[in-house]
């Protein structure tokens, strides 16, 4: 059974840090891009960060670039996204899920990812 499971969200203050975790399994993990969305209710799900299984390159929105660093650890199946200097406007819940390498040009959209988690909260005060 393919899994992605998030973890790590919370409530922080904003300037504050958080670091997120996707545990994946059920899947060569090494053959797939992991990217991290986001999602607000009344909005589409926006592409945050993405991260590439053979070279590792790092794909960032606009809006986090600076802020955020994406990661991955292949030995344990798990990929990260450091979040600093976080704003309210951070706030929703981030979603991991799983891309085919040859889909990692179109990153930002989720209609090329295979699998999804479910995501965790993450809440940033003023």
């Known amino acids: 059974e393919v899994q992605l499971v998030e973890s790590g969200g919370g409530l922080v203050q904003a300037g504050g840090s958080l670091r997120l975790s996707c545990a994946a399994s059920?899947?060569?993990?090494?053959?797939?891009?992991i990217g991290w969305f986001r999602q607000v209710p009344g909005k589409e799900r926006e592409g945050v960060s993405c991260?590439?299984?053979?070279?590792?390159?790092?794909h960032y929105a606009d809006s986090v670039k600076g802020r955020f660093t994406i990661s991955r650890d292949n030995a344990k199946n798990t990929v990260y996204l450091q979040m600093n200097s976080l704003k309210p406007e951070d706030t929703a819940v981030y979603l991991c899920?799983?891309?085919?390498?040859?889909?990692?040009?179109?990153?930002?959209?989720?209609?090329?990812?295979?699998?999804w988690g479910q995501g965790t909260q993450v809440t940033v005060s003023s």
């Open positions: 899920a799983a891309l085919p390498p040859r889909h990692v040009i179109n990153w930002k959209f989720a209609w090329v990812y295979d699998y």
């Open positions: 991260i590439s299984s053979g070279d590792g390159s790092t």
């Open positions: 059920g899947f060569t993990f090494d053959n797939y891009a």
